[in-house]
């Protein structure tokens, strides 16, 4: 659309039509020439300069005047720059003089600068999460969760907010489960609807001992055989149909434990060759949860962060008081370590020290079972990240690879890191 008259030959005589022009459409893009096949016509031959003497001067284009109506249609182009030069010039004399059309060029001018902004529109992959920790911290419950129960609350409900995110197809995104045996890194393959069944499994230790229905009657009391009982008895591999057993499951747990008696933190839960207390049962089954809810977040590109810092801080706690316990499983590595102590004594202890969030100072044992753990004899220190600590009990990280600062009784170290590897199991 050409935007003025009176210069040209042929356009002679239009020049004092006013307000018939017509508001332009939309123009295509650079690159957008209807079919790909086509191709855009070659542009015609440009006339040949006249030569200076046969130069005629030609007069000045005069200004474009249209109506205001037709100056407000405009404003959409000219906000996406879509105008001629003349229409561009007549708009923005009229802006100069209309509060009203400056005030509407203002705001489609930031709405086309939304439409062009180099930042992702996306929302923040954390907010959920975020937003859920939030909430879990701060609503108030008609039945109050038992403190030592509310790590296992928060952490189930974290991953059910993960599997309520992803779709069918990744239920069967593949898993590798790592955990330390026999003083070697081992492995299981597996689906993230694998991984849900094996939570529900061994959840299922936890309710048995609260009388509660086991899904797996009849099924082993150790955690690893309970597992691979549930694998090998699924007629095919599990599916997402796993969600609502164990989501049902988790809520029941939490449901009894609230309404429990007085005392029943005190319960034994028996994992086969050991047994703990229910509530340090119950800080076992929320670090499990954590670990394998990662273990998903990493198979299918989910942020998962970290327990809040009082619930990792009791995970820690309950692997450093596992700690000497399984010391003596490893049948007492601590070479002179082994000597030893009346009951009650402090004896030689390793300084553990967590930074970060969750972290602490724990002093753990290394002469007989009953010698209790102190500063006052301290033979070696290890300094650790809280989330590394954990990766290492998990047994995602090799011992010798875990430590941040060692210094010290190298021996008593190097057991103490070995013995933590050891707390992990499928």
Known sequence: MSGGAGGDPDEEGRDEVRGARRIPGPRPAADDFGDLGRVPPPEPARPEPEP?????????????VLPHRVLQALLGAWALAACSAEETEAVEAHLTECAPCAEEAQRLRDAVGL???DRSLDLDPLLRSRVLESCLSRRPAKIPVPDWAAPYDAETARLDALLRDIDAAE???????????DERQAGRRTTVAGVIGHLMSVDGLVGAALGLDDPLPGAPLTPTARTEAYWSSARRPPTRAVREPWREQSHTLI??????????SELSVPYGSFALPLQDAMLDRAFECWVHGRDIAKAVDYPYEPPAAGHLHRMIDLAARMLPGALRRRAGLAGPARRLVPAGSPGRSLHLEIEGSGGGDWYIALDSPAARGSAEQVVAQVALEGVEFCRLVAGHVRPVDAAAGQRGDREAISDVLCAAASLSRL
């Open 52 to 64: 200076e003497a046969e130069r005629v001067p030609r007069p000045a284009t005069p200004a474009l």
């Open 255 to 264: 449901r009894t434990v609230s309404f429990a008696r007085r005392g029943a």
């Open 115 to 117: 439409l062009h902004t």
């Open 171 to 181: 239920w069967h995104a593949p898993v590798r489960l790592k955990w330390f045996e």
